[in-house]
């Protein structure tokens, strides 16, 4: 069975399997007693968080471990924005956020706070000027990733830290996909991470506070992890996170090597054995082990079922997998193809011939897909006129663009199609397709029902 959805959650690294058994013995006690079992519980935790603020590049004493990566973000955001109250109530996001710094930016415009949100490039990267741009007298603190989770494009942090750090504003780090492969590089003011993504237990991630950032934790006081994590600490779980992070980061650079070739030879592949895909992320600035790549024609849901069949774990940022309907908020910021999307985040260990016979299995997968959704087959027929209305209306990616795929071969050079659709995917899907295709997308206009989306035929 070939694993390759480690972006959502790594395998358990053997290294934290045995600290985690080890440590059930001793670590079981409660770590602010003064008796015997509780000084072992405490020299446990106290050691695990030396060894973690090693690898993230801190002191001990400004790290805390909290019961998840989602937990230190919404901490750090919320504790810093409390703590910089007086400066302003404004906070800057990029658009590609991980959906916890999203959800928290939410809350603190619903709370009164405004919200500046950073643009994308197409392969998913900020302009590190941008983010200076957006700084004002006012902002209380600025968040960007060190690495997009969905199509693992590198951020610019150390530049924008630097503005940041010119400025006088505190720069949140999400590290929760990069953390295992390098130290985040910069002036960094607040870090976050989650153990589950590097092959650490689930259930622990670890938050990172700078000296001289002022920070105020909010809810209920607690006496626990400097106030900021409320709860009695899971010491087990703590030792075979920082275990696993010291054990992963010593691998990292040879692992490295071998996981980016066999990325880059996905990425080759995918354009040449599999008609009308796109890989999307950039090439160059990313993340080792992953890939994402997007089908024209496809149904997520309907792939990542077929590609399940055929023995392996992919996972997908299309709307089609989306309980809520609307494609990946990453890829809509990139402005790429989200239909038929597929992301590929190999572990540590994966052999090549997964990759190979993941490879041979990927077109068969598509063409099954395609087939059963009906996919164009060559244009003969003409019509009369200069425009050609489609209705998909009531039909989810990627119908839409399968119509407008049929049909476009019908009306003369120069002439439109109309494509009806309340798919909010369809904003995406149809100006992308444009783009793969050689056609003008000549904008979108309001309808009775939906929204037109209209398409020029060049060639």
Request: glycine content about 10%; some cysteine; hydrophobic content about 45%.
């Amino acid at each position: 069975m070939g694993y390759f959805d480690a972006a959502s959650g790594a395998p358990l690294h053997p290294v934290a399997r045995q600290a985690l058994l080890a440590s059930l013995d001793e670590g079981w006690a409660d770590p602010a007693r003064l008796y015997r079992e509780g000084r072992r519980a405490r020299m446990l935790l106290d050691a695990s968080r030396e060894a973690a603020a090693e690898v993230v590049g801190c002191r001990a004493d400004e790290l805390v471990f909290t019961s998840s990566g989602t937990r230190a973000v919404h901490t750090g955001v919320a504790g810093a924005l409390a703590g910089r109250r007086r400066v302003g109530r404004h906070l800057i996001v990029s658009a590609v956020e991980h959906s916890s710094v999203l959800h928290s930016a939410e809350a603190h415009r619903a709370d009164g706070g405004t919200v500046t949100e950073v643009g994308v490039d197409r392969g998913g990267r900020v302009d590190a000027s941008a983010y200076g741009a957006a700084l004002r007298e006012d902002t209380a603190l600025a968040c960007l990733q060190a690495a997009n989770h969905e199509v693992g494009t590198v951020q610019p942090v150390a530049e924008v830290a630097a503005a940041c750090r010119s400025a006088g504003v505190p720069l949140l780090v999400d590290a929760a996909q990069s953390l295992a492969w390098g130290p985040v590089e910069g002036d960094w003011s607040l870090l976050a991470a989650s153990a589950h993504k590097w092959g650490g237990p689930s259930g622990v991630g670890l938050l990172a506070v700078r000296k001289g950032v002022r920070f105020a934790a909010q809810g209920p006081p607690d006496e626990r992890e400097s106030g900021r994590a409320a709860g009695f600490e899971n010491i087990p779980a703590i030792v075979a996170a920082a275990a696993s992070l010291r054990a992963v980061r010593a691998e990292a650079a040879q692992e490295a090597v071998r996981l980016r070739e066999l990325t880059r030879r996905i990425r080759a592949a995918v354009p040449r054995l599999v008609p009308d895909a796109e890989v999307v992320g950039d090439a160059e600035r990313r993340l080792p082990h992953i890939v994402t790549f997007s089908c024209l024609y496809v149904d997520g849901e309907a792939l990542l079922h077929a590609l399940d069949r055929a023995g392996f774990s992919v996972s997908s940022g299309s709307s089609c997998t989306s309980s809520t309907l609307t494609p990946s908020h990453v890829l809509k910021a990139m402005g790429v193809l989200s239909e038929g999307n597929v992301r590929v985040s190999l572990p540590p260990g994966t052999p090549e011939e997964e990759v190979e016979r993941f490879l041979q299995v990927l077109p068969e997968a598509v063409a099954g897909v395609r087939e059963q959704l009906g996919a164009p087959a060559p244009a003969v027929a003409a019509v009369t006129g200069d425009e050609l209305v489609v209705d998909a209306l009531g039909k989810r990616c990627p119908l839409p663009v399968i119509e407008l795929a049929k049909v476009i071969g019908t009306v003369p050079v120069g002439g439109t199609v109309r494509v009806l659709s309340d798919d909010e995917a369809a904003r995406l899907d149809i100006p992308a397709w444009c783009e793969m295709r050689g056609q003008e997308y000549a904008g979108e206009e309001p309808a009775v029902k939906g929204t037109a989306y209209l398409v020029r035929r060049v060639s």
